[in-house]
């Protein structure tokens, strides 16, 4: 076959890719090459689960257009594939006045993206959906679901394979070489030739960037998410989901709670700086990974701006009681010993040298490369998508 393509990153963002261009008709041959054991060990399987409606994101961003698409895509995927998944729905709420300017604002963006049963409800209204919330008016999002991304990631291999491409497990990318239109790529366990790269590396793929001689002015900030779950016996305190405003600085902080698709109810995350770029919890350290963000001129105007912000969620990460207060204000019933430990994750998140943490997600195409230099949530509910993008502008660009 013409056209190899080496993909990087076996999560389900590259996963995706390799999916949808293998159906793209174009003879391509691809492979994909993950240094874990397994599909999916990341940020795949380190997330709430949670099947995004694209209530969020700014009507034309990348992240509303396939959070939109992908969401379709996803769900059509998982019926033909018999994979689990739940459209439980979701209310957010806002806990005080001072809240519902910005719950509206989330509305019309719900409504503007075409969000389909999108409703402003009242106090009451809410408690007949959760009848242990509390706040003063919501919005009820019943296309929001749950699912484990994982089990999408592994059928995802499955597919690849029956259509002629293939996934290599244990192979970490040590050395990248481009030369007279080709792309070499050595691994812990073997070498690669490919006519063209796409990097899906997700919490290194700035580091794979450079690599390739991309100059790019973003680097991953490792953020860690925290979790705790309630325990069985309170589990009933939370039907579906329930999730506050967002801060409009920080979208993606804000203690929610879960459902999870396998059985229980998560509270969290919060988010503060990993020491390690797959920095589950509070011990792993890598000193290179922590200089790295350290030294980053854009993570200096970060803490600058947003220190106040850093510190609380410093703060939760250490008190269990100050993470039951925040989960109080939208479920006063729940106790700290209600609570017990819960899992992590760690979001590549994206920053340029300015100091903006990256809000949509950011795709480069450069001579013979592809680099996925952002796509934190909700890239799981979009990931068909991503990899539908991708293929398109990739058979558009490189093979036409």
């Not at 739940?86 to 005080?96: F, M, R, Y």
């Not at 790269?197 to 925290?226: H, T, Y």
């Not at 770029?277 to 200096?300: C, M, N, Q």
Request: with cysteine; glycine share 10%.
């Amino acid at each position: 076959m013409k056209n190899k393509i080496v993909i990087i990153g076996g999560g389900v963002v590259g996963l995706a890719t390799a999916y949808q261009l293998l159906q793209a008709g174009k003879a391509l041959n691809v492979t994909v090459l993950e240094k874990e054991p397994g599909p999916g060990g990341h940020q795949t399987s380190h997330n709430s689960g949670v099947i995004h409606s694209g209530l969020y994101y700014k009507p034309g961003s990348l992240k509303a257009l396939n959070c939109i698409r992908g969401y379709d895509l996803l769900l059509n995927f998982c019926k033909n594939e018999n994979i689990a998944f739940d459209l439980c729905g979701k209310i957010v709420v806002a806990s005080d006045e001072a809240e519902i300017p910005q719950l509206e604002v989330l509305w019309k963006r719900g409504e503007a993206n075409g969000l389909k049963g999108l409703k402003l409800i009242s106090e009451s209204e809410m408690k007949e959906i959760e009848p242990h919330v509390v706040g003063k008016k919501g919005i009820w999002v019943p296309q929001t679901g749950i699912i484990a991304f994982k089990d999408v990631a592994e059928k995802l291999v499955r597919k690849i394979e029956s259509l002629g491409g293939q996934v290599l497990f244990n192979q970490k990318v040590v050395e990248l070489h481009s030369a007279n239109g080709q792309v070499t790529v050595s691994t812990n366990a073997s070498e690669h030739q490919a006519d063209y790269l796409i990097n899906c590396a997700g919490l290194f793929c700035d580091r794979i960037a450079r690599m390739m001689g991309q100059n790019s002015n973003v680097k991953i900030i490792p953020f860690r998410g925290e979790y705790w779950e309630l325990k069985p016996e309170r589990a009933g305190l939370v039907k579906n989901l329930i999730y506050p405003v967002p801060n409009p600085n920080f979208p993606f902080l804000g203690v929610h709670f879960t459902r999870m698709i396998k059985g229980g109810v998560e509270l969290g995350p919060n988010a503060v700086l990993a020491f390690k770029r797959e920095g589950y919890t509070k011990l792993d350290i890598s000193l290179s990974d922590l200089a790295d963000v350290l030294t980053w001129p854009g993570f200096h105007k970060i803490v600058k701006k947003y220190w106040r912000d850093g510190a609380s969620e410093m703060y939760r990460s250490y008190s269990k009681a100050a993470f039951a207060k925040a989960a109080q204000k939208l479920i006063p019933d729940v106790q700290v010993s209600d609570l017990v430990p819960g899992g992590s994750g760690v979001r590549a998140q994206a920053c340029d040298i300015n100091g903006n943490l990256l809000d949509d997600f950011s795709i480069v195409y450069t001579e013979n490369c592809v680099h996925v230099l952002n796509a934190p949530s909700p890239a799981a509910t979009s990931s068909l998508a991503i990899g539908e993008r991708i293929s398109g502008e990739f058979v558009k660009k490189y093979l036409s």
